[in-house]
């Protein structure tokens, strides 16, 4: 088993750089490319920002973020006491309707699953966990 690093946001969009930073000193060690470097930081905010905008429609609530690392993958858990809701079921959208519509968003959970090689969802404890995988 590899190194683990946790931490803990406020589920606000005001912590995305925080996000941003403990990513970066988490992986700062791997050498990894920088397209995965890019490609594991666009899952995890998309995946953040997914908990932050619904699942606590009151406001308030924390996320949980752990990272951890072996010589062959990058696995990242998300947890959060919010509403229960399973990303890795969500339907694939139609893209073209999606850019067609010049709607923003709609597309994370999407890329997500595209980008990551493992998606999976857990409700435990009353909390959402999921786990996102990346083979390096």
């Known amino acids: 088993m590899g190194a683990v690093h946790q931490?803990?946001?406020a589920a606000d969009l005001s912590e995305?750089?925080?996000v941003r930073q403990f990513l970066k000193t988490s992986l700062a060690d791997l050498?990894?490319?920088e397209e995965n470097g890019f490609k594991i930081e666009l899952a995890l905010v998309e995946m953040v920002v997914n908990v932050i905008r619904y699942a606590y429609p009151?406001?308030?609530g924390?996320?949980?973020i752990e990272i951890r690392k072996d010589h062959r993958?990058?696995?990242i858990e998300i947890r959060d006491s919010g509403i229960?809701?399973?990303p890795c079921l969500a339907p694939k959208p139609d893209i073209d309707e999606v850019v067609a519509a010049g709607r923003k968003g709609g597309l994370g959970i999407y890329l997500t699953r595209e980008i990551m090689d493992a998606?999976?969802?857990r409700r435990e404890d009353g909390r959402n966990i999921l786990t996102l995988v990346k083979k390096i």
Do not use: E, H, V
Request: aromatic content about 8%.
């Open 73 to 75: 993958r990058i696995t």
């Open 16 to 18: 995305l750089d925080k």
């Open 58 to 60: 009151q406001g308030g």
């Open 7 to 9: 931490i803990r946001i």
């Open 119 to 121: 998606c999976s969802y």
């Open 84 to 86: 229960p809701f399973d």
């Open 62 to 64: 924390d996320i949980d």
């Open 31 to 33: 050498n990894l490319s």
